[in-house]
């Protein structure tokens, strides 16, 4: 069975950037529409962003536009968070995932199918 695997995460000052990873193994990531959620304790996951299986279409949420952006690289089976401008808000598990369907619109943690065990992001202001 396969394996979603984030790494990266770690203490940033705020303004600051981090650049998560999220490997596959076990399965080709290039079969399945990416995403990035963060969680913090007491509340529901949130979607962050997410890619189409080549990368052409792209999707965040209003938050983190012009700050985060998400790649793939399918050759390397490896999904990209990069998080410039860090702010407090920001601080939180995050976590990757995959879909089969492309969607428009809001997405929901409910229509993705497969999770990494998640990288913890701090920001100290």
């Known amino acids: 069975q396969g394996q979603l695997v984030e790494s990266g995460g770690g203490l940033v000052q705020v303004g600051g950037s981090l650049r998560l990873s999220c490997q596959a193994s076990?399965?080709?990531?290039?079969?399945?529409?990416m995403g990035w959620f963060r969680q913090v304790p007491g509340k529901e996951r949130q979607f962050v962003a997410s890619?189409?299986?080549?990368?052409?279409?792209?999707k965040y949420r209003d938050s983190v536009k012009g700050r985060f952006t998400i790649s793939r690289d399918n050759a390397k089976n490896t999904v990209y968070l990069q998080m410039n401008s860090l702010k407090p808000e920001d601080m939180a598990v995050y976590y990757c995932a995959a879909r089969s369907m492309w969607v428009t619109g809001t997405e929901h943690s409910n229509e993705y199918d497969y999770w990494g065990q998640g990288t913890q992001v701090t920001v100290s202001s």
């Open positions: 076990g399965r080709t990531i290039s079969s399945y529409v």
């Open positions: 890619i189409s299986w080549d990368g052409g279409r792209t």
